[in-house]
Every structure is written in C-alpha cells, then in structure tokens.
C-alpha cells in the first residue's frame, strides 16, 4: 500500500476542467506514485479542492466489465510531503471538537466532505479527512481507480506485508469509509457495484468469477438512517502469495443530508483469515453510520 500525501495549495484547476483526485503531481513526475508491483490498495491524501469533487473522479471507474473512464484533468503541481497537513495526536488524528461517538469507549470516524459519521472500535488507525483509499487493476499502468473511498479507517493497516524497498506493500486487514455515487444510479446497483469491486480489485482479480453478492436488503441504522444494503464476498480466491486471501464487503447506499444525490458508506476486509473481523462487530460498526452537518 504507498502512502503519501499532498498539502493543501491554491486549489485552482483549469478553468471548465474536473482534477482528478487520484492522479497528484509529486517527486515523482507528473503525476504517478511508485505502484508497488501489486494490486493492494493505495492511500493518498488529496487537497480540500479537490475531496469535494472526488464523485467526478470516480464515477466511471466504478464498473466491473467495463464503461468508459471519467473524464478529468490532473490539479495543478503542488508540494508533496508525507507528513500530516495538520497537527494530530497519535491516538486522534482528527481531533477538532466533532461529533461524540455513539458507542461507548469506540471512535467517531467523520466524513465532513460527505456529510457522514461512524463509529469503529479504538483499536482501529482514523486517517485524515483528506485521504483517499482506491484499488486498480494489477496491471494498469494508468492506475486508474476500480473503485475508491474518503475519509477511511483501518484495521492493523500493517496486517500483511510483502514486497521490499520501494516494492513493498503494507495489506490492512479491513477498511471503511464512504464516498458519493452517481446521481442516476439506483441504491441497489450502485450498492452492489460498489462491493463487487472492492472484492474483486482486492482479492479477486484477475478473476470476476469467484464473486457472490446476496440478495440486497432495506436497513436502517440506530440513528434511523434508511438505505440500501448489499454485502459482497469470494470464495477460491487465487493465492499467489502470503497475503492474498478472500475477501467480503458490505456496502450500504443512502441519501445524502441534502436529499438530493447518494452516498455509499463501505467495509471491506480479508475473510477466513486470523482475526478476522467478525460479522457481529462489523453490523455494530454499520449500525452506528449516520449523517452529520456537512461544512458551510
């Protein structure tokens, strides 16, 4: 997994044009990180400018078989750095007077570009707000972003490593976060779609076989958000090396604070694994997921 970060800069891009989130200018060269040799997620931090517009960026990688890429223009250059673009403490990253968790002793992880919440247990690393979290094919020298999401927390982010050097990557061993999805998407697709690609980006490719989605299901949390839900796993995932395993996902589609657009909250992780994130404890994470004010 490489992790890096881009500051904050200007926020300008040219003028008509949409920046691409996942494509940020570094050492580099313009604009693409070390990939790492493998298929395990990438986390980046992004500017304020452009994590507001992250759905343009994604819409049309979000496609399992296909569909035509999203149109977007690399941000301007900007510094790069690998060290937090605020001050944070170890064990609250995002520490600035928010939301109150909803279950005693866990921690709220906040979405405030989104307008969500949720609650995970303390064990779990909050990245910051600006980060984004994406999976791409293998092989694609574009590394363009199967599916991706803000705002993530992780669990044991250093779970698996493989690789060395400048080759190394670091597997968590479960994810969350929540990201928007496109406007004329109905809940259910765009909730299995959103799970069927983390698996498959993560565990499964190059094949989209070994893939199962159940049925979808009305679910509404203990905040009495209603939406869609649909929960994704593998089974015989190819084993290539000691970190590949199969993977679930369940994803959970609802409208926005505003009413007007969806978003999708997701958890992914690595299934028949040790410590593996038990069912219970993931449906208390997602039964915690509720809207918060977004930012004026």
Known sequence: MWQGQQPPGDGGYPQGGQPNPYQQPGPYGPPRPPRGGGNRTKVIAIAAAAAV??????????VLGGGKDAEAKDPKPAGHSTEPTAPASADNPR?????????????VVTNPAKGVAFDVPPEWDRKQTDWVT???????????????????????????SSGSGDKKENMALAAAGSRSEHAGQEPEAAARANAEAWIYG?????????????????YTTKSGLSGTLVT?????????????????????????????????????????????????????????????????
């Open 232 to 296: 994704t796993s593998s089974s015989g995932a190819p084993k290539k090396d000691k970190c590949d395993s199969d993977g679930k996902a369940t994803a959970f589609v609802f409208k926005n604070p505003k009413g007007n657009e969806y978003t999708s909250w997701t958890i992914f992780g690595a299934k028949g694994v040790k410590d593996e994130l038990p069912d219970d404890t993931l449906r208390k994470i997602l039964s915690t997921v509720r809207l918060m004010e977004p930012p004026k």
């Open 134 to 160: 994406y999976v791409a094919e293998k092989d694609d020298p574009e590394d363009k972003p199967l599916v991706a999401m803000m705002a993530p927390a992780l669990l044991n982010p250093t779970w698996c």
């Open 95 to 107: 520490a600035d007077g928010g939301p109150k968790p909803v279950v005693p002793g866990w921690k």
């Open 202 to 218: 993560f565990y499964t490719q190059p094949d989209k076989k070994k893939i199962k989605s159940g049925p979808a299901e009305l």
């Open 53 to 62: 517009v992250i759905a343009a960026g994604v819409t049309g990688f979000l």
